[in-house]
Nanobody, 117 residues
């Protein structure tokens, strides 16, 4: 059964950096599009970044220039490097995958990131 498991969340000060990891299993990882999203209390989930099977990346304006999504096909892991963190980045961060354009994205359980001011 395919699944993704996030790790690397925690507490960080404003201006700091954090790298989230997402270990995937049970899928043809190299063919998957991978995504990171987040949800803050009382807010809608926000899609942050996507990396396609070919390595093309797309970012939300809110994180462009600060966050970097990358993938390691050999280790079936996707990363989100987060730099210059702000208190408004505080949220639960989720990793997801989809197999093909227009297909459903399946999300993990999430990892909490808290940015202190």
């Amino acid at each position: 059964q395919a699944q993704v498991v996030e790790s690397g969340g925690g507490l960080v000060q404003t201006g700091g950096s954090l790298r989230l990891s997402c270990a995937a299993s049970g899928m043809l990882f190299s063919s998957a599009a991978l995504r990171w999203s987040r949800q803050a209390p009382g807010k809608q989930r926000e899609l942050l970044a996507t990396i396609t099977s070919g390595g093309t990346t797309v970012y939300a304006d809110s994180v462009k220039g600060r966050f970097i999504i990358s993938r390691d096909n050999a280790n079936t892991t996707v990363y989100l490097q987060m730099n210059t963190l702000k208190p408004e980045d505080t949220a639960v961060y989720y990793c997801g995958y989809s197999m093909g354009t227009g297909r459903t994205t399946y999300w993990g359980q999430g990892t909490q990131v808290t940015v202190s001011s």
